[in-house]
């Protein structure tokens, strides 16, 4: 058994961070789900800007498209949700063979309305309606008007990945939205086994920040933090979804066919090449648990990862790390919203270049 299918033994799913006609034409996503057990696909404007741009698949229909439809956003739509189809379509064994726990695609929510709540939610319910599959998962930003559409979206039904999460507090108020939704539609008497959620909780970016702080310390305590926060976040932000979905007060939710609302690992990428390929990968092995990783990251895991339980190790030591974090002024929570602000933009640069691309 390779390393690959020996994490998803351990309980926990590796989904493809990377979408295209190609992977899906050529037949490499239907191995990547055969072959070493990938079980789900996140795609977002990037992927989907390298897709069309780089690859002859989607020339001849955008030429067309360009003939016959003059709004760009809607040129990319009829360029990707065919894409969209055709992976949930080959996820769709392993959604029925977990009965909707895993086998899910996700597929984004346009920027402009990461701060419009009314926006996001019809945004969501119109790409949900156009992509019509069971196994989708609408991309939603974690913004504060993010959460407000999350709870609404939860209680109508439609299945959600929140994106764009970068701390603790941050993933505590999406499980709190997610909470409220649920706990509405069983109060309404709708049917809540179908739900699904997953909180995308991003890392190497939250390390790119708090390197560049603690470099700039540069005392021996603040060099030896670089390259930990982000792994001692996701330690204790998994301590977090064990308190708040392992207890009594989920308890009753469960028993309505409920699922908790698993944590997501994104930004798994090592951005700085002195650390190990897999720093955002090994630590951070749990059931219960999603890790989107890139082609180079999955094939990594393939070629020398050592998969073990370690998520719940040294929980005491990362704490420890995140008090110190604390002690040398830097603010895990302000980190968060940071990133999350530069996130959003980020997501509408990639955007623009997108539609300019198709337009």
Known sequence: MNAIKQIAELGQSLWLDNLSRSLIKQGTLARLINEDGVTGITSNPSIFHNAIANGADYADELARLKQSDPDPERRYEALVIPDIQAACDLMRPVFDRT????????????????????????????????????????KVPGTPEG???????????????????????????????????????????????????????????????????????????????????????????????????????????????GRPQYLLWASTGVKNPAYPDLLYVEPLIGVETINTLPDKTLDAIRDHGQPALDLTLGLGEANTQLEQLTELGIDMDEVGETLQADGVKQFATAFDKLLALVA
């Open 99 to 138: 009965q909707g726990d895993d086998g899910y695609v996700s597929l984004e929510v346009a920027p402009r309305w990461a701060y419009d709540a009314e926006g996001t939610i019809a945004e969501a319910q119109r790409l949900a309606t156009a992509v019509a599959r069971d196994n989708l998962l609408v």
């Open 147 to 257: 959460v407000s559409a999350f709870e609404t979206l939860t209680r109508l039904g439609i299945n959600v990945n929140v994106t764009l999460l970068f701390s603790v507090k941050q993933t505590e108020r999406i499980w709190g939205a997610y909470i409220r939704g649920l706990t509405a539609r069983v109060a309404a008497g709708l049917d809540i086994r179908q739900s699904k959620a997953v909180a995308s909780l991003f890392l190497s970016r939250v390390d790119t920040l708090i390197d560049t702080k603690l470099t700039e310390i540069g005392t021996p305590e603040a060099l030896g933090l670089r390259g930990k926060a982000a792994v001692a976040m996701a330690k204790q932000a998994y301590r977090r979804y064990e308190e708040i979905f392992k207890n009594a007060s989920f308890a009753h939710l469960q028993q309505s066919g």
